[in-house]
């Protein structure tokens, strides 16, 4: 027998032995007895702004720590409005625990005040979630939701709790073991998948590394180093897996996909065999997926036995943790290259062309403006690889993800999967609570930052020095780059006019933020350097950019991946490359 | 495009139904038929579902079901390894016709369970082809209404679905079984 309490004594107890530092969350009706024990508990709870920031908060601690992001939030809108940070962690493998209060159980189906139901509108987009009406449920229910979070393919997991099992009384015990009947993530890979992958890698004389965001949530970049430079074959990363291998590695040739390198895509286009870690054939990086690699056996190496043929016929595939299936790779091909190593001398001969001829670069803007890829090249070489860059989504990510250079695993965040506006601050602000001395920066659009910008408040009041950078063109930007091209110029509802309203510095001075503002190129570097120098509040930087800049290079949606263009209407020279 | 028919081994958990149709809806695949019903354990529910799709796409859909945490193990039923069966009821308004309908009844091995305000209720029981056969032929007669149940299917022998659980080796507490199914996730 354990100790008796409430049911929220025991919530909040279960959350302590799972580990718990930080929550995000905001209270409401049917969550507040909660709220009571979480006043005493050594957990930092975070009072946020809006329930979406929680999540989003919550993501971008798990992003950077590799710890189960926690987020809390009461009955009805409070927990609708943790569906967006609940969809975007599913489709980016994020572990969060989303904790949310219910109606009391004999009010459930009545439509009562504040009642939504969340585990039926939440079910397609998180990996599992709970309804729990008896307060002995709690912390079996809390327990297997940190574990389902965290192992296999990592992912969002809710407990909705009904108000009266926080209410009554319980004996409150933490289970000691979890064993779930139908979840039992394999982690070994197969001995014979392994054998099956030398094999190919042996007689491929065109091979990539299509490394995805799996090799973070793996751990395994230390790995992926030791077989990057043991094939010797090039190395592609996904926008999922930024910073998983070094941009300054020679092996490196970028990102693929629909704003990927000339190099990373062409790569995978022409390539005999892809070695797929962690990565899921997102149509972002395959484009049309008839035309996509048609040359290429595959490898594909993941956790989740549903991605194996979900888009792309897998040759061999391989279940299991990528590290331990690297551990397993590494060692078998290290004995077959001592009798024969493939020789692929010929294949880097065209991709070092490929990567010296379609370098990425950018046009310089008019005189006087500046250039939006120029701000953000600028802040991740005075930031440094040392800090963490989150991103909004739209043309800012892209440039951010194109012209930051990364280092290392867990310094770059964005919504990949979901493509969520408005996920930089709230992110950012996860990430700086999650790595407190390390400089976090937001990397946003104006359009983006409009969405929700209220979680500067809660920066500003809990100490969480994040520094954000929006690149404001006035404009959804991506959205008008698709209408300069595709809709002739029309340019329907994508003016924003953020240079003349709001005044973004004012805003950030009303926030409690420092608020910078940068309209002259000459400007930039000092503007970056002042940013960087105040440390003890949050830091707004209004970077007036030129409008009309457009990411580049570019596949358009639905075409083949050797449709690339690297300039409006303008595609790589093919005849003079040696393909 | 082929039938499949695949068992499902769930537990017996609220929202279970839910979670495998939002599956089946939001990756689009389309349900011939499902039947659920209880099992040997009271922990357990069995369904048997079938699909009308590419044979690659099945894979896709048993890696789909077996990402759900409360699905325990999943097999196809094949014809050749499976008994299957569904249950027809079906009203026919006798007419002057009685005794022709009495003759394709017994034509199928059916049953009259019903006979009142001049319409008969008919019960069959039998394998999909030969139950849409004895429709065929009743229709002749005006079909007022039917209702059939979902397929249900088993393995023939000694073969069992819940073998893939440690059910069977005396570990009964739902939270300690496991699973042999090759992966899980």
Redesign the interface.
């Known amino acids: 027998m354990g100790t008796e309490m409430t049911g929220a004594s025991s919530l909040v107890k279960s959350l302590e032995a799972a580990g718990v530092e930080v929550m995000f969350g905001i209270p409401g009706g049917a969550i507040l007895p909660a709220y009571d024990p979480i006043f005493d508990s050594s957990i930092r709870h975070i009072l946020v702004r809006h329930e979406q920031g929680a999540g989003h908060a919550a993501t971008g601690y798990a992003q950077v720590t590799g710890r189960v992001g926690v987020c809390i939030a009461t009955s009805g809108p409070g927990a609708t409005n943790l569906v967006t940070p609940l969809a975007d962690a599913q489709m980016d493998s994020v572990p969060l625990v989303a904790i949310t209060g219910q109606v009391p159980s004999a009010a459930i189906g009545t439509d009562a005040f504040q009642e939504a139901d969340i585990?039926?509108v939440t079910?397609?987009i998180t990996?599992?979630n709970y309804?729990i009406t008896n307060p002995d449920d709690i912390p079996?229910a809390i327990a297997e939701a940190f574990h389902?979070a965290s192992t296999?393919?990592p992912g969002p997991v809710l407990v909705d709790i009904a108000k009266d099992a926080l209410q009554k009384m319980t004996n409150f015990s933490y289970p000691k073991s979890?064993?779930?009947?139908?979840?039992?993530?394999?982690i070994e890979p197969n001995a014979e998948a392994i054998r099956d992958a030398v094999a190919l890698i042996m007689s491929a004389k065109k091979p990539v590394l299509y490394v995805g965001g799996g090799i973070i949530k793996a751990n395994a970049s230390k790995q992926l180093m030791q077989l990057a430079e043991l094939t010797g074959a090039p190395v592609v990363t996904t926008l999922m897996a930024r910073g998983a291998f070094p941009d300054s590695h020679h092996l490196h040739l970028g990102m693929p996909g629909m704003h990927g390198t000339v190099a990373a895509v062409t790569a995978l286009q022409k390539s005999d065999l892809l070695i797929t870690l962690g990565a899921r054939f997102d149509d972002r990086v395959t484009g049309k997926l008839s035309s996509f690699a048609v040359h290429a056996k595959v490898i594909h190496a993941d956790?989740?036995?549903?991605e194996?043929?979900?888009n792309r016929?897998a040759d061999v595939p391989i279940?299991g943790d990528l590290a331990h299936t690297l551990n397993a790779l590494i060692p078998a091909l290290q004995s077959e290259f001592k009798k024969n190593k493939p020789d692929l001398t010929v294949w880097w001969r065209q991709m070092a062309s490929l990567r010296a001829t379609y370098p990425l670069g950018y046009d310089t803007p008019p005189d006087g403006m500046i250039s939006p890829q120029h701000v953000i090249e600028r802040i991740g070489a005075i930031a440094g690889p040392e800090s963490i860059f989150v991103a909004g989504v739209g043309q800012h990510q892209m440039w951010a993800s194109q012209f930051v250079k990364y280092e290392r695993p867990r310094s770059w965040l964005n919504s990949g999967g979901l493509g969520t506006m408005g996920y930089a601050v709230p992110a950012a602000m996860g990430a700086k609570v999650g790595a407190p001395d390390t400089t976090v920066w937001a990397i946003d659009g104006d359009g983006c930052f409009q969405m929700t910008n209220q979680e500067l408040v809660t920066c500003a009041l809990n100490n969480i020095p994040i520094k954000v950078a929006i690149i404001n063109n006035e404009s959804l930007g991506m959205v008008r780059q698709w209408q300069t091209m595709f809709y002739e110029g029309r340019y329907s509802n994508t003016s924003l006019d953020s240079k003349r309203i709001p005044d973004f510095v004012k805003l950030a001075d009303a926030m409690g933020c420092a608020g910078l503002r940068c309209e002259r190129p000459e400007d930039v570097d000092a503007v970056i350097k002042e940013a960087m120098s105040i440390n003890d509040q949050p830091v707004v930087v209004d970077f007036r950019v030129f409008r009309d800049a457009m990411v580049w290079p570019m596949v358009a949606a639905g075409t083949s991946n050797d449709e690339i263009m690297i300039a409006r209407g303008l595609a790589p020279d093919w005849d003079s490359q040696e393909l | 495009m082929s039938t499949h028919t695949i068992a499902v081994l769930v537990e017996n958990s609220p929202g279970v139904l839910a979670r495998v149709a939002s599956l089946f809806s939001r990756r689009a695949y389309n349900i011939d038929s499902l039947a659920v019903g209880p099992t040997e354990n009271p922990d357990i529910s069995r369904m048997t579902i079938v699909l009308n799709l590419d044979g690659h796409v099945l894979d896709q859909v048993m890696a789909q079901l077996y990402k759900l945490v409360n699905v325990i193990a999943i097999s196809e039923m094949t014809d050749e390894a499976t008994i299957k069966r569904e249950l027809l009821l079906v009203k026919v308004e006798i007419g002057t016709k009685k005794s022709e309908i009495e003759s394709v009844v017994a034509k199928f091995g059916a049953t009259i369970v019903n006979d009142d305000d001049g319409f008969l209720t008919v019960q069959a029981l039998g394998e999909p082809a030969r139950i849409e056969k004895l429709l065929e032929d009743l229709t002749a007669f005006g079909i007022k209404e039917l209702v059939q149940s979902g397929l249900v299917a088993l393995e023939r022998g000694s073969a069992a679905l819940s073998d893939r659980t440690l059910s069977a080796q005396g570990i009964s507490t739902l939270h300690e079984l496991g699973t042999q199914a090759d992966y899980q996730n």
Do not use: N
């Not at chain 1, 956790?303 to 549903?306: E, F, G, M, T, Y």
């Open positions: 585990r039926g079910m397609p990996k599992h309804l079996r389902i296999g393919r979890i064993q779930l009947a139908g979840y039992k993530p394999q956790i989740d036995p549903a194996i043929g979900k016929f279940i």
